[in-house]
């Protein structure tokens, strides 16, 4: 069975800091994938990675799929309250590559 | 396309009834899954059609729950004899399968209260 968890479960911090969201499974994926949830929405795709070791950027947001496939990594810098919410990581592999999630880390920036 | 679109948006139903949610995913997709999400929890897998076909249903998922996907266009999920623990937002997603990349789309979810 594919898990993955993810943490911190939870990450209250000021406007202006960094921090940064870990994704993890014995698991090898083929693609993983992360999503921002806002209340009473449903999750938005932000990234997909599909290469070991690849790095994307989207604005303050960087995201890194580990060598082996089975982590991930999200950094934010300079956080704002705008980035507010839920963060999911979902990956896709194996014999029917159906879409899993993972546990959630909900993150409140205060201004 | 406006994208994935659910209903009813909220479910207010006593514990006992039947209850039926809609999805209608992106035109061009040929995927289509069902997740349900607690508070500040992820989603979580309960099954996911190919076109019509239902590849995969949650071995955690009661025969209370049923999922069709008659023509591979809309879905629905059926709930029979609602607990409260059924209470929940329900999630659909649809995508189109190329290799081995997934990337979803969601609808707004539908929020089922049991009473």
């Known amino acids: 069975t594919q898990l993955l968890e993810q943490s911190p479960q939870f990450l209250s911090i000021q406007e202006g800091e960094n921090l940064t969201v870990y994704c993890n499974s014995s698991s090898v994926f083929s693609s993983l994938q992360w999503y921002r949830q806002e209340p009473g929405e449903g999750p938005v795709l932000l990234v997909t990675?599909?290469?070991?070791?690849e790095v994307k950027k989207l604005k303050r947001l960087t995201f890194q799929f580990g060598d082996a496939r089975k982590d991930s990594s999200l950094h934010i810098t300079a956080a704002q309250p705008g980035d507010t919410g839920l963060y999911l990581c979902?990956?896709?592999?194996?014999?029917?590559?159906?879409?899993?999630f993972g546990t959630g880390t909900l993150l409140a920036v205060q201004p | 396309d406006t994208g994935v679109s659910q209903n009813p948006r909220h479910k207010i139903t006593k514990r006992g009834q039947n209850v039926t949610f809609r999805c209608d995913p992106i035109?061009?997709?040929?995927?289509l899954y069902w997740y349900r999400q607690t508070l500040g929890q992820g989603p979580e897998f309960l099954t996911y059609f190919q076109n019509e076909a239902q590849l995969e249903k949650s071995r955690l998922l009661s025969d209370r729950f049923s999922a069709e996907r008659p023509k591979g266009s809309f879905s629905t999920l059926e709930i029979q004899r609602t607990e409260q623990g059924d209470s929940a937002m329900y999630l659909c997603?649809?995508?189109?399968?190329?290799?081995?990349?997934?990337?979803?789309?969601f609808g707004q979810g539908t929020r089922l209260t049991v009473v």
């Open positions: 990675v599909v290469t070991g070791g």
């Open positions: 997603a649809s995508s189109q399968q190329k290799g081995w990349n997934t990337e979803a789309f």
């Open positions: 979902a990956g896709s592999g194996g014999a029917t590559n159906k879409l899993i």
């Open positions: 035109s061009e997709h040929n995927r």
